[in-house]
């Protein structure tokens, strides 16, 4: 069974990340692994790093009680398959290490910030990770609600030839939430190429059986045009290929001439690059 793993750090930013993968995982079949890591005390001696073995241990009891009430509060467990992972050590390194272990199909997280991209991705977990795993990320701010998803838009790129496997997830989301797909390609200033045509046309074959439509959008700024086209048609999930981290960059430094658009909260599904 394909598994969704929840990082959890017991606030309600994670809470509501966990109630929206329980109904995606009830839609699609799947089990959850909720994950938590605690960082490790350090004491300095002589400039020596040094941890405490008995601090260890009560950060793991403790942890396990907090998992352990966190999941007594949340009665909607109850209607899926789930297993609880506790690891010392930082986010990051907790979740490759269950990704090495789980056949996981997506990682659901909460984002810390209660309004806009730009305030969700400072100095939160959710950029690291989206960064740096192999793995399908949805990013969800704290009031986020995808669980009625019906319009999911994809960043097109037409420059890329994609693999059927590398937008699966996308279709698969899909199809489990009865949704319609947009594919949006942004371009600054001039018509689509032959060879862009082509790879929109191989597109068109894996998306036979999701409702969907190709849409093209002239704007200088792609980043802005992708932003402003989820604002414009009222999308529930933005999809981005890991290669657009230029957007979530700028996002997290700040941009003021940009922050009419910057301040739309909107959960992300950030995908690993497709494979050629």
Known sequence: MKKIIVPIDFSDCSKNALN???????????????????????????????????????????????????????????????????????????????????????????????SGLKKTFIGSNAYTVIKNVECPVIALPEDADITKMK?????????????????????????????????????????????????AKSLEQYLKKVSHSFHFKRDYDVEDGLLAFAKEENIDLLVMISRHHSLIDRIARGSETKRLVMDIPMPLMIMPEWIT
């Open 151 to 199: 319009r999911i838009a994809m960043s097109g790129d037409y420059k890329h030839r994609p693999a059927a496997h590398s937008i699966e997830p996308v279709i698969t989301l899909t199809k489990a939430f009865f949704a319609h797909l947009y594919i949006i390609h942004i371009d600054q200033d001039k018509d689509l190429e032959h060879d862009e045509i082509e790879i």
């Open 20 to 114: 929206n993968a329980i109904l995606v995982a009830e839609r699609m079949g799947m089990e959850l692994v909720l994950l938590h890591t605690f960082m490790l005390p350090v004491a300095t001696t002589d400039g020596t790093p040094l941890v405490v073995g008995s601090m260890i241990d009560d950060l793991q009891e403790a942890s396990e009680a907090n998992m352990a009430d966190f999941i007594k509060k949340n009665k909607e467990l109850k209607r899926v398959p789930y297993h609880t992972e506790i690891l010392a050590g930082l986010l990051l390194h907790g979740l490759n290490d269950a990704l090495e272990k789980h056949d996981a199909a997506f990682v659901i997280m909460g984002t810390h910030g209660a």
